[in-house]
């Protein structure tokens, strides 16, 4: 079922105790969102729990609150008014969604959004989730900290590429302007955001190694392997390098999650990657998008390209 913002907030308002989630393979504005509605419910006497099925990047630390994260545990159930779940599809939560059991109020800004959830509130145009919690809170008249306004700045950094990308509008401006004036340090998100372990930076340049291109150069994809991974402590980001290369529309990043799990990422420039990603399993944005293949590396690399290609020849036709 469809709502409004309002209806979203209403929602949230009536709930006593309330369970925050978001998508696995966490990223900048999945946290930020989660976190920023949280700060922002923090002083309403609500019990409010975070869970999340993964584990969380090391390149966040500019937000309060990454302690309260607990992982959902096999068996357990909880019990619940409200399960918040941010910048995501249902389905995309892991364990979370067998352990809380609550009706389900979705808010999202990926156009590949099924709304199958109980409640659902999904504006594609919003450039990122953080932005649909910060747009809430207005409407709601909840009182915004600096603890909600750096959770949600960083949020929209991650989302824009640092107000980059083509999805950032006048309103995403705006916003951004406005928690500065709460207070947000956008110097000290940036350096802790972009700051990397040595081994990480190690692991980026044999990553960039693996790039090769195909379809005239068009696409660059990069390959993660199982030994490249754990030498690299933070993959966020890696698959920017094979986007910025010149001539290429669309960039690829396969990692190794198992044996017969492989986590595809692309970006693009012009191509439509949210359809790409839905053909095998996936979903996402217009420009970036991603999916989990249930092949080896190798099947899976094949797959992808395959998919692409025909993603790519289908727009030109």
């Known amino acids: 079922?469809?709502?409004t913002l309002k209806q979203a907030g209403e929602l949230i308002e009536k709930a006593n105790k309330i369970v925050l989630s978001s998508h696995v393979n966490p990223d900048g504005d999945n946290v930020?969102?989660?976190?920023?509605?949280?700060?922002?419910?923090?002083?309403?006497?609500?019990?409010?729990?975070?869970?999340?099925d993964d584990d969380l990047p090391d390149n966040l630390g500019m937000m309060e609150g990454l302690d309260l994260y607990q992982k959902p545990q096999d068996g357990e159930i909880i019990e619940c008014?409200?399960?918040?779940?941010?910048?995501?599809d249902v389905d995309r939560i892991g364990r979370v969604k067998d352990v809380v059991k609550a009706p389900i109020l979705n808010l999202d800004h990926h156009i590949s959004n099924t709304k199958v959830s109980d409640y659902c509130y999904v504006d594609a145009k919003?450039?990122?989730t953080a932005q649909i919690v910060y747009s809430l809170i207005k409407e709601m008249n909840?009182?915004?900290?600096?603890?909600?306004a750096t959770c949600i700045y960083t949020g929209l950094c991650s989302d824009t590429g640092f107000f980059c990308y083509s999805n950032?509008?006048?309103y995403t401006l705006k916003a951004a302007a406005e928690l500065l004036e709460i207070g947000v340090k956008p110097d000290k998100i940036s350096e802790v955001f972009y700051q990397r372990s040595f081994s990480s930076v190690k692991a980026?340049?044999?990553?960039?190694?693996?790039?090769?291109?195909?379809?005239?150069g068009k696409i660059a994809l990069m390959i993660i392997d199982k030994a490249l991974k754990e030498s690299a402590d933070n993959t966020e980001g890696f698959v920017n390098f094979a986007r910025n290369i010149r001539g290429v529309d669309v960039a690829v990043m396969i990692k190794y999650a198992d044996d017969e799990v492989t986590r595809v990422s692309m970006r693009s420039k012009s191509v439509n990657v949210s359809e790409i990603a839905q053909s095998i399993g996936g979903g996402g944005h217009i420009r970036a998008a991603g999916?989990?293949?249930y092949k080896n590396l190798m099947e899976a690399k094949d797959i992808v390209l395959n998919a692409i290609i025909k993603g790519m020849n289908k727009e030109n036709a």
């Not at 008014?81 to 995501?88: F, K, R, S």
Request: proline fraction near 2%; hydrophobic fraction near 50%; charge should be negative.
């Open 126 to 128: 919003a450039a990122a």
């Open 1 to 3: 079922m469809e709502v």
């Open 204 to 216: 980026a340049g044999r990553a960039i190694d693996t790039i090769d291109l195909y379809h005239d």
């Open 32 to 52: 930020g969102s989660t976190l920023g509605l949280y700060h922002a419910l923090k002083g309403t006497n609500k019990d409010i729990k975070i869970l999340l």
């Open 81 to 88: 008014d409200l399960l918040v779940i941010l910048d995501v």
């Open 168 to 170: 950032t509008t006048p």
């Open 142 to 148: 909840w009182q915004f900290n600096l603890e909600a």
């Open 291 to 293: 999916a989990t293949v």
